[in-house]
């Protein structure tokens, strides 16, 4: 499903309906009969496209509406906000950072709900908006394992695993942890500093690599059966890439002598890792130099090698990047204004466009939609111009 520009119109009673807007044109395909309340004036919803599902989230109201036709499926009423969070920017499938994910469990899928205010995680019923589970408590985060359940975060600082029936199968204490594929890897609070490998379903120890200097596990990324992770490197981090189906191999007797651990150097000096995001089968990784000086670095993920030079930020506050078919975008933050900036799946620089209170974008296909004040704009993936603009 191609259409993934949406925005919303006034009712007659003040409300606010929803609207899909095709973004070859700019005209509306549909108008949805479903309203929202518009308490505060002005609405800012914010929208997920799941498969053929459209998520709308407005006051506390989460609504379900097919893609095609902008009819309503059901609505859910939550206790507060629903979760937000770059680390939902790592996935090229996840466009938005609204935190919804529909897990497969062969009768429909239910959507994983992560709710702010309370902390707590809703699992619903794609097809009726029933909920088979009650909310389930959640400190840090959480996420789906497709076919399989979700993974959460509780107050102890352990991962607990549940399968699709809701049930509790395994915990373990974690200091850190990313899903890689249908395994998890994870720093380990007991026993040796390293790399443990563990099968989802049953939270078995596929294999351990001892690392002493494992950091920003956090940050890590993985794409099919590939990981990197990184590790500390004297003054600055390494990227250490990893097959899944097998335990690395050990740095070796003078590796540890001198200190090198696994994984090759960096090409910024004294260069650490602010985050790391998947997008059109390549790595984008955003450094920190130790000075506020921020630079992007695309990595083959099979290798763990560079493609190409670190690209300099400029002095940016912060960085994020999103992906799609053979675009990726990085979204730019300084004192007085935001630049989103296009890179091809290798890295290269295209074009830039500064641009004030942005307040969202993801990409869709080759294309880039931009939340503004008031109004959604379309732009071109290749060059970053305006294709239309679409009143909000």
């Not at 030079?309 to 730019?332: D, E, F, H, I, K």
């Amino acid at each position: 499903m191609g259409l993934r520009v949406v925005g919303g119109i006034r009712a007659a009673s003040g409300a606010w309906c929803p609207a899909l807007v095709d973004p070859a044109t700019g005209a509306a395909v549909w108008t949805s009969g479903s309203e929202f309340p518009a308490q505060y004036g002005v609405w800012n919803p914010r929208f997920a496209v799941r498969g053929d599902t459209l998520f709308v989230f407005n006051e506390w109201l989460l609504a379900a509406l097919d893609v095609h036709s902008g009819q309503e499926r059901w609505r859910f009423r939550t206790g507060g906000d629903i979760w937000r969070s770059t680390r939902r920017w790592k996935s090229s499938e996840s466009p938005d950072n609204l935190a919804i994910d529909v897990l497969d469990d062969g009768q429909g899928g239910l959507a994983v709900v992560q709710e702010d205010n309370d902390e707590r995680v809703h699992v619903v019923r794609m097809r009726d908006g029933g909920v088979p589970w009650a909310g389930l408590p959640m400190v840090g985060r959480a996420s789906v394992v497709q076919g399989l359940g979700i993974l959460l975060e509780d107050d102890d600082d352990n991962l607990q695993f549940r399968d699709l029936s809701g049930n509790a199968v395994w915990s373990q204490s974690v200091r850190s942890w990313m899903v890689a594929g249908n395994y998890v890897l994870a720093e380990l609070r007991e026993g040796e500093d390293g790399l443990t490998c563990l099968d989802t379903a049953s939270g078995q120890v596929r294999w351990f690599a001892e690392e002493d200097s494992l950091a920003g596990l956090d940050e890590g990324v993985s794409l099919g059966g590939s990981a990197s992770v990184f590790v500390s490197g004297g003054f600055a981090q390494k990227l250490w890439p990893i097959e899944l189906d097998r335990k690395p191999a050990g740095p070796g007797f003078f590796g540890k002598l001198f200190g090198r651990g696994h994984g090759d150097a960096i090409p910024v000096k004294r260069a650490n890792v602010d985050t790391a995001y998947e997008a059109g089968g390549r790595f984008f990784i955003v450094l920190n130099d130790g000075e506020g000086a921020k630079s992007l670095l695309v990595v083959d993920p099979k290798t763990g090698k560079p493609l190409g030079q670190p690209y300099a930020l400029s002095g940016a506050n912060w960085v994020y990047v999103r992906g799609g078919r053979s675009t990726a975008v990085a979204r730019c933050d300084y004192d007085e204004q935001s630049v989103l900036r296009g890179f091809d799946a290798n890295g290269a620089h295209r074009w830039e466009r500064p641009l004030e209170d942005i307040s969202e974008f993801f990409c869709m296909g080759d294309d880039v939609v931009v939340e503004l004040p008031g109004q959604i704009a379309l732009l071109d993936g290749a060059t970053g111009e305006t294709r239309f603009a679409y009143a909000n």
